[in-house]
């Protein structure tokens, strides 16, 4: 049987169409998945993200610990509260999981990881943990909501009954902790907005209040097209343990220097820098009609590549995608659809940001 969130009851009552996702109950659409998408890109919506994974790590060398084991390096976070983006890589360079770690001081760190990999991420994060005497810890009974939207920040606001300044003042890619409320200013839409960490039993108010204020419920289709149209990765789509952030279009979130550090799965990155990348991550924007999806053939000249995710853009209103091709300069290429080959555009792998168009700046 799936898991369910605290929310299950309240996501039926708005009329969700509920899928299995990850072993998780969760809402796919509240009626239209294309409506949901533009509310996100114009205003304010919400999303149940409580099947992510919270893991905090605490202990007197938690810092040396996380700079061994992710490829990015929390030295950067000098500040309590910075967060930062990473890959958990294995030996061979290939990714685990990518996640998001939150640098709440010298001996805590909170991490948020993918539903589908939560289980084996903890496995490997306490395998390793134990040298550096840190502890792991999954909080009990959380949830996690996601608002985003160029109106999000202002709806959380006006419901939030304390330290309001606090978190407006938050930049980008930083958290407050309030105590029993963990606000985040991330996202996995390309828009602004907040990750909030709060107890299971008080999601249904916040929900609530969040819904009177205006901000529109939307389920997990929505949040696919909007991170692919921001050029973000999905796991088990973009990379998996058999990929690394070199070939996946995450070389930059690898922090080479100091090149004394050293990081899990740094010496195949390392001895695949020196024979040379084979395949790279890009976007591809369809220029015949069609749809894109993943799994389907890339032909170039230079060789074949794969579509790793795709969808029709609601903003775009056109189909794109990213796909995993020979390295290149390649700048056109056809795609297999249902036998017939397609004609497609390659572009940088970014098509919307903060709801505008990149097409006519990022080929």
């Not at 950067?76 to 983006?85: I, K, V």
């Not at 407006?168 to 963990?182: H, I, K, M, P, T």
């Amino acid at each position: 049987m799936s898991k369910r969130t605290r929310l299950y009851e309240t996501h039926i009552a708005l009329g969700a169409k509920m899928v299995d996702f990850s072993g998780w109950d969760m809402p796919l659409h509240y009626g239209s998945q294309i409506d949901e998408h533009h509310q996100i890109r114009r205003n304010a919506g919400m999303f149940d993200v409580s099947h992510m994974g919270v893991v905090d790590l605490r202990g007197a060398r938690v810092r040396d610990f996380l700079r061994y084991l992710l490829a990015n390096d929390v030295a950067s976070l000098s500040e309590p509260g910075r967060a930062m983006y990473s890959c958990m890589l294995n030996t061979a360079g290939g990714v685990i999981d990518d996640l998001i770690v939150y640098m709440m001081g010298d001996t805590w760190c909170r991490l948020v990881v993918n539903a589908g990999t939560r289980e084996k991420d903890v496995t490997w994060i306490t395998k390793h943990a134990d040298s550096y005497g840190v502890q792991v810890i999954e909080p009990e009974d959380m949830a996690v909501l996601a608002v985003q939207g160029p109106a999000a920040r202002d709806n959380v606001h006006a419901v939030l009954d304390k330290q309001v300044g606090d978190v407006e003042s938050l930049r980008r890619f930083a958290a407050v902790d309030l105590g029993d409320v963990f606000i985040g200013r991330t996202g996995y839409t390309g828009e602004d907005g907040y990750e909030i960490i709060m107890p299971a039993s008080e999601v249904e108010e916040f929900w609530q209040a969040l819904l009177d204020a205006g901000v529109a419920p939307c389920g997990l289709g929505a949040r696919d097209t909007l991170r692919l149209e921001a050029g973000m990765s999905l796991y088990g789509q973009d990379m998996d343990e058999t990929t690394s952030p070199l070939e996946a279009g995450l070389g930059w979130t690898v922090a080479w220097e100091p090149s004394s550090r050293d990081f899990i799965g740094r010496k195949a990155l390392d001895e695949l820098r020196e024979s040379g990348v084979p395949q790279k991550l890009v976007g591809l924007v369809l220029e015949d009609k069609g749809v894109l999806r993943a799994h389907q053939k890339v032909i170039l000249n230079g060789g074949e590549g794969v579509v790793t995710s795709g969808s029709f853009s609601p903003t775009l209103e056109r189909a794109i995608a990213l796909a995993r091709v020979p390295v290149g300069d390649e700048t056109q290429c056809e795609v297999e659809v249902r036998g017939r080959r397609l004609a497609a555009r390659i572009v940088r792998p970014v098509f919307v940001r903060n709801g505008r168009s990149c097409l006519d700046d990022n080929a």
